[in-house]
């Protein structure tokens, strides 16, 4: 029972353009949904969060957007950079549990 | 630290030898999880302290995994009688507990890589 899913395992984008991570989500008690990014031998870390009050919360290259209705949320990055090549995980929480979604593989070719 | 702090970084174990794994939060941080991730594969969630209340340990995989905490402090994961199964890195975050806020983001550690041969 995924609660939490991310359905590319892999991306790929060219350096400067629009990178887009999707993700869905089943539970609609989840409250506070985040993007956390992956290198290898490293925890991951987190990158922006969004409530479920919101649909939109921007930081710097980086924007989340909300669709309650769809349970969907997605990342935006632009422009995006070499330096943005990891593993994205989308995460959701209600009732306290962060639950993660398999990731994504964004790889910025330049 | 400032930071979560995860020992051993790597460990490599026998098939059938049990193994305890380390984790000391963010300092004032009252919630604190557990999560592995095997190669390849997403994070699976294990097991979540909020305080003094009860740990919600659904994720456990098997009656070989336990983890305890004391208070709001350092955490174990105890994993007894290791299969080659269990070969995977194991994640420790920690967040602030807000009450009807819920958590803050989580942070994490930098993972104990585990090996059973």
Known sequence: DQ???????????????????NCDYTNSMFDYFLWYKKYPAEGPTFLISISSIKDKNE????????????????????????GDSA???????????????????LTINP | ?????????????????????????ISGHTALY????????????????????????SGLPSDRFSAERTGESVSTLTIQRTQQEDSAVYLCASSLYRGRLGNTEAFFGQGTRLTVV
């Open chain 1, 87 to 105: 593993v994205y995980f989308c995460a959701s929480q209600g009732a306290q549990k962060l639950v993660f979604g398999q990731g994504t593989r």
């Open chain 2, 34 to 57: 557990w999560y592995r991730q095997r190669l390849g594969q997403g994070l699976e969630f294990l097991i979540y302290f909020q305080g003094n209340s009860a740990p919600d340990k």
């Open chain 2, 1 to 25: 630290g400032a930071g979560v702090s995860q020992s051993p970084s790597n460990k490599v174990t026998e098939k059938g030898k049990d193994v305890e794994l380390r984790c000391d939060p």
């Open chain 1, 59 to 82: 930081d710097g290259r980086f924007t989340v957007f909300l669709n309650k209705s769809a349970k969907h949320l997605s990342l935006h990055i632009v422009p995006s950079q070499p």
């Open chain 1, 3 to 21: 609660q939490v899913k991310q359905n590319s395992p892999s991306l790929s984008v060219q350096e400067g353009r629009i990178s887009i991570l």
